[in-house]
């Protein structure tokens, strides 16, 4: 009898969490909307506080806490737990970037060994497993 497989562990990019959140799936590759159906979903607690800035300077209406509510109840999104001194300390590895936000992110789901879906070509060039 063979292994059952356990779903991936999928981290969320900030403006696919918005997507989703405005109902937008159909902005979202095909590849990326299957491993949304199959995945684990997470948030890196770095996209929250990213989300929480956008809407502070009015790119996004909904509040953060809004937006994170909405797809726990919708989704099952869960935010990872990872000590914030260990992505950090990740983070500081990561020199491709000088995006505060996307240096975290990366870090984490890095840490975490799960994908992260992300449109950013910046992103997926340096992070094997983001995936668009």
Known sequence: MGRVQQPEIVYLDTHI???????????????????????????SPMAELELQYLHEIGRVKPTAQKVVHALQIDLGLKRGDLSFGDVVRHALKLEWTRDPFDRLIVAEASLANARLITRDETIRMHYQLATW
């Open 17 to 43: 969490l918005m997507w989703l959140y405005d109902g937008l799936v159909e902005k979202i590759s095909p590849l990326a909307q299957e491993y949304l159906i199959t995945g684990h979903l997470h948030l």
